[in-house]
């Protein structure tokens, strides 16, 4: 494919290492050939990177193969998942989960992203249902206000929250950003 059909989310390789595209700007200068201005994401190292392409320059798309399993629990800082074709477990070192690990509840389905058959990435649902296992007690009349306390949900994951939110609360939290969205 050429480097002017790049669009935002696709998966590219530039030099051996793999490339989310985060935002490609097209360009067409009055005087020049027009060019590709992209903020890409390494999908190692998590960071961000420049880098400009002529429009016509040829690039290489990354084929990614997306494997649907279930998270089914931790053992030391191995987790475990269940392949959902073939039924076999999955193990992913907890330095590969990073964040991720405090949105891992037992029988939550997540997505992992392999290409040439090494793993890359680990996709969360966007949204996840977690219960509060630690909290100070709100305060009666706050329930409108926009004061917050932090607590400590069942996965061992903080966040902040209203403070009309107490023990034993299902809350829904948003895996992208880490914050409440809403109590169930």
Excluded at 120 to 132: A, E, G, H, R, S
């Amino acid at each position: 494919m050429i480097a002017n059909e790049l669009k935002n989310g696709m998966v590219i390789e530039v030099e051996g290492n793999l490339y989310s595209v985060v935002q490609p700007n097209h360009v067409k200068p009055g005087k020049g050939p027009a060019y590709v201005r992209c903020k890409l994401k390494d999908i190692e190292r998590a960071k961000i990177v420049e880098k400009t392409f002529r429009s016509t320059e040829k690039v290489t798309a990354a084929v990614l193969e997306e494997k649907k399993v279930d998270y089914l629990y931790r053992k030391g800082d191995q987790y475990y998942f269940m392949d959902l074709d073939n039924f076999e477990e999955v193990i992913i070192d907890e330095n590969f989960l990073k964040e991720k690990k405090g949105f891992l509840k037992e029988s939550s389905p997540v997505t992992l992203l392999k290409y040439q058959g090494k793993l890359i990435d680990v996709l969360l649902p966007t949204f996840i249902d977690l219960k509060v296992v630690k909290a100070e007690p709100g305060v009666k009349g706050n329930t409108v206000s926009a004061a917050k306390k932090r607590i400590t949900l069942e996965t061992g994951l903080s966040v902040e929250v209203p403070l009309f939110v107490n023990n034993g609360d299902l809350l829904r939290i948003d895996t992208r950003t880490g914050k409440y969205v809403t109590r169930i």
